[in-house]
């Protein structure tokens, strides 16, 4: 009788193995935007079909924005939030020093408001701070001066001499009653195996992990990292831009040891309650736990940059940063500066800046001639020829290690933060950036990225072309990993 049913119950197996395949091939189709990806599974699906379909399902969802969305049903939108704190047409024109800065500017609005719905805001103050001597002496001269909060989350945080600054400061001020809290990711929290986590824990601070890996509960989202660098005290004070909180920002010049470079801003006015919203939120993220709404009184303006808050990741708009980068560099009259430790553009952000070059728009790109990730420096290598045929300018710049994230468009524009030029800070991480309208810090930013420009060394379409066979298939091997590098 079993025997009988046999063949039976292998049709009606590999029935359901069908319409299993087939019905994940057909939501791939329809979810998936990009064509790339979408061909990849479809195909993925109907040549392995039960693994191909259980692969899809188990690595391709997006199971963080699904949460983030249930989250935000209890919670209001950023947008609706800030939005009587909104820069009118007035704030523009009392930047603007011309009428074509004026309508590069509104071109730039258009676009971030479209892209994010995250409003510009007027009356802010941005202090570029170079590497940890001036950046962390100043974050710990506020957490001092705290009296009634503090919001710390970062990417990285390690090493004993940070450790014992950092941590003396906070339990200060945890000791006085301040709420202070610390949000690390939860697999840049293991680089040090979680020695920080239990120092700051030991000394009164609440610390708490942004998706930690573990194989139950939420899953390990190895490929999911928040690398966002958010400090804010008392919502009148906040700190963020590229850097981590790591004694390698701390070593002097002539130091033996690898030595990291990089560039932070303070920030003061209204913009800083956009940086505290987007603290709570994420710690609601982590922790589940309802946040009250902070309604402080409208900040006094403390300086004449407009400010735009981006937070972008895998719970937000799609590659909305991206989007605001390629209309920023699309709005460019005369030059596009970009700095970045990692620079793997996508296909679009290339087609931006190349297209700029044609329009006789100069554009310049500095990186590291030496990074701490080879496979994404032959990747970049393999990558920026066509950009060097079309006229961008690429410059290698010597050591130490230049960390710096910066995008400049002509005298006024600035894009600084925590999202590098890559695949995985435009679709995967979740990052925090600000486009700022302001001469001032576009003036000082300019001057330090000439400062910069001046003794790196142009890279020329011909070392590429005529490197060594091997160099060039190690290169053109790395690029296959451009995505996730």
């Known amino acids: 009788m079993l025997a009988d049913l046999a063949p039976l119950a292998s049709w009606l197996f590999g029935a359901a193995v069908t319409v299993f395949s087939g019905l994940t091939a057909l939501h791939a189709l329809f979810r998936k935007r990009s064509p790339r990806n979408a061909s990849a599974w479809v195909g993925i699906c109907i040549v392995f079909p039960l693994f191909g379909a259980l692969t899809y399902w188990l690595l391709a969802q997006n199971r963080i924005f699904y949460r983030a969305k249930r989250l935000r049903r209890r ?9 009587s704190v909104a820069a009118e047409r007035g704030d523009l024109e009392a930047v603007a020093r011309s009428d074509e800065e004026l309508s590069q500017m509104a071109e730039i609005e258009r676009v971030g408001n479209a892209a994010t719905g995250m409003p510009l805001v007027p009356g802010n103050r941005v202090t570029p701070l170079e590497n940890g001597e001036a950046c962390y002496t100043r974050m710990i001269e506020r957490i001092d001066a705290a009296r009634e909060s503090i919001f710390l989350e970062t990417y990285l945080f390690d090493g004993p001499r940070v450790e014992a600054q950092f941590g003396a400061a906070l339990s200060r001020a945890a000791e006085r009653g301040v709420d ?43 490929n999911l990292r928040n690398h966002r660098k958010i400090l804010t005290i008392d919502g009148e004070f906040g700190f963020t831009g590229g850097m981590n909180l790591r004694d390698v920002n701390l070593k002097s010049g002539d130091d033996d040891g690898w030595r990291v470079r990089d560039l932070h801003f303070e920030l003061e006015g209204q913009i800083v309650r956009g940086l505290e919203d987007v603290f709570l939120e994420d710690w609601q993220f982590a922790t589940g736990e309802e946040q009250p709404l902070r309604r402080r009184p409208e900040a006094a303006p403390a300086g004449r940059a407009l400010c735009r808050a981006v937070p972008d990741g895998p719970n937000e708009d799609f590659e909305s940063f991206k989007w605001i980068l390629i209309g920023a560099i699309g709005s460019a009259r005369t030059r596009v500066r970009l700095v970045s430790p990692y620079f793997i553009p996508t296909e679009d952000l290339e087609t931006a800046l190349v297209a700029a070059s044609l329009r006789g728009v100069e554009v310049q790109v500095l990186i590291p001639e030496t990074v701490d990730h080879k496979v994404t420096q032959w990747a970049t290598r393999a990558m920026v020829w066509q950009m060097l045929q079309r006229g961008v300018e690429v410059r290698l710049q010597p050591g130490p290690f230049a960390h710096t994230k910066l995008v400049l468009i002509d005298e006024i524009v600035s894009i600084v933060g925590s999202a590098n030029m890559d695949p995985r800070s435009l679709r995967l991480n979740f990052e925090f950036n600000l486009v700022v309208h302001d001469a001032e810090l576009a003036g000082q930013l300019n001057a330090l990225f000439e400062r910069d420009w001046e003794p790196a060394e142009p890279l020329t379409l011909s070392e590429l072309t005529e490197a060594p066979f091997w160099k060039r298939f190690r290169d053109n091997v790395a690029r296959l990993g451009a995505p996730y590098l």
């Not at 020695?195 to 509960?217: A, D, N, Y």
Request: proline share 4%.
């Open 75 to 83: 919670w209001p939108s950023r947008a609706t939030l800030d939005a």
């Open 180 to 222: 202070v809290r610390v949000l690390l990711d939860g697999l840049g929290a293991l680089v040090d195996k979680g020695t920080t986590r239990k120092l700051l824990i030991s000394r009164g601070v609440r610390v708490e992990s942004f998706l930690q890996p573990s194989f139950t509960g939420r899953g390990l989202h190895l």
